[in-house]
């Protein structure tokens, strides 16, 4: 069963930081790229961060330079950093598991955590 449990959401004034984490169970981790994605309400899903299982990272424009994605295979768990918040960073914030370099397409989800900016 795979399971991916996210943490580290809460409410966070303006310019302040937080940092999520999301531990993977279920899955060979270091194998799969790991991404972070957010959902405002009345809006799309997008992507935040994603990192490879090689580590190149790839960052949406609206965060660069703000955000930090990062991952620990040894505790299966990949962490966002993310500093300078505003809020228009306000949204539940998702982490994604996917592998496709072979076989069949593997695409798992977390529940979200909450993250709220106040200005």
């Known amino acids: 069963q795979v399971q991916l449990v996210e943490s580290g959401g809460g409410l966070v004034q303006a310019g302040g930081s937080l940092r999520l984490s999301c531990a993977a169970s279920?899955?060979?981790?270091?194998?799969?790229?790991m991404g972070w994605y957010r959902q405002a309400p009345g809006e799309q899903r997008e992507l935040v961060a994603r990192i490879t299982s090689g580590g190149s990272t790839n960052y949406a424009d609206s965060v660069k330079g703000r955000f930090t994605i990062s991952r620990d295979n040894a505790k299966n768990t990949v962490y966002l950093q993310m500093n300078s918040l505003t809020p228009d960073d306000t949204a539940v914030y998702y982490c994604?598991?996917?592998?496709?370099?072979?076989?069949?397409?593997?695409?798992?989800w977390g529940q979200g955590t909450q993250v709220t900016v106040s200005s």
């Open positions: 994604n598991a996917d592998f496709t370099a072979w076989g069949p397409p593997r695409d798992y």
């Open positions: 279920g899955i060979i981790f270091s194998i799969y790229a």
